[in-house]
């Protein structure tokens, strides 16, 4: 019998809400936005400052899953992961035009995104307590600085004026941690 209303880190339930909103069904559009909509919600509100722009941004998160369930691909990434992944780049983006930034550089994933990312392994508790761990083998500053760009989507130039550090050793120190949090998770 198939779970009525699967979790949030039910990757599969996901899997097949997203195939079946692909293919035009209400049902599990809305069985996918009760089940994940807090979550996102959630992401919005930690990029985002004011909450009415959360609520905007989680709004057109659901437009584009509707329009753009058909480009999941459970092979690449979970559906978690790709929710969240789209939920947290439309929040930086709207985060971004608010601030007139754009000059700013976006920090790369696409070395952890190529593997099993960081944030593809989150989706499970004990995928979480194993980041946790490795993010704590990171120096407490770097591990600050990784924190602050991939929990509220700060740029390299945000994170080298709140560090008072030169852009360039934060980009340096951004990249170290991101290698070294590959490295420990793929043990």
Same mark, same amino acid.
């Given at each position: 019998?198939?779970?009525?209303?699967?979790?949030?880190?039910?990757?599969?339930?996901?899997?097949?809400?997203?195939?079946?909103?692909?293919?035009?069904?209400?049902?599990? @559009?809305?069985?996918?936005?009760?089940?994940? #909509?807090?979550?996102?919600?959630?992401?919005?509100?930690?990029?985002?400052?004011?909450?009415?722009?959360?609520?905007?941004?989680?709004?057109?998160?659901?437009?584009?899953? $509707?329009?753009?369930?058909?480009? @999941?691909?459970?092979?690449?990434?979970?559906?978690?992961? $790709?929710?969240?992944?789209?939920?947290?780049?439309?929040?930086?983006?709207?985060?971004?035009?608010?601030?007139?930034?754009?000059?700013?550089?976006?920090?790369?994933?696409?070395?952890?995104? #190529?593997?099993? #990312?960081?944030?593809?392994?989150?989706?499970?508790?004990?995928?979480?307590?194993?980041?946790?761990?490795?993010?704590?083998?990171?120096?407490?500053?770097?591990?600050?600085?990784?924190?602050?760009? @991939? @929990?509220?989507?700060?740029?390299?130039?945000?994170?080298?004026?709140?560090?008072?550090?030169?852009?360039?050793?934060?980009?340096? $120190?951004?990249?170290?941690?991101?290698?070294?949090?590959?490295?420990?998770?793929?043990?």
């Amino acid at each position: 019998m198939a779970e009525a209303n699967p979790r949030p880190g039910d990757g599969d339930s996901l899997d097949h809400l997203l195939l079946a909103i692909a293919g035009g069904d209400n049902a599990a @559009f809305e069985r996918l936005y009760r089940t994940t #909509s807090s979550k996102l919600f959630g992401i919005c509100l930690r990029v985002l400052p004011q909450r009415a722009e959360a609520e905007e941004v989680l709004q057109e998160v659901f437009m584009a899953i $509707w329009r753009k369930a058909e480009m @999941f691909d459970a092979s690449r990434a979970s559906a978690m992961t $790709w929710l969240s992944m789209m939920t947290r780049n439309k929040a930086i983006d709207r985060l971004r035009a608010n601030a007139g930034g754009g000059q700013q550089a976006a920090i790369e994933l696409d070395e952890l995104e #190529s593997d099993a #990312s960081a944030v593809d392994s989150a989706e499970s508790a004990q995928d979480r307590e194993r980041i946790e761990v490795c993010l704590d083998e990171l120096e407490a500053p770097r591990r600050k600085l990784v924190r602050i760009a @991939f @929990f509220e989507g700060a740029t390299y130039e945000e994170l080298a004026e709140r560090s008072g550090n030169p852009l360039g050793t934060v980009k340096s $120190w951004i990249r170290r941690s991101l290698l070294k949090l590959k490295a420990c998770l793929e043990r």
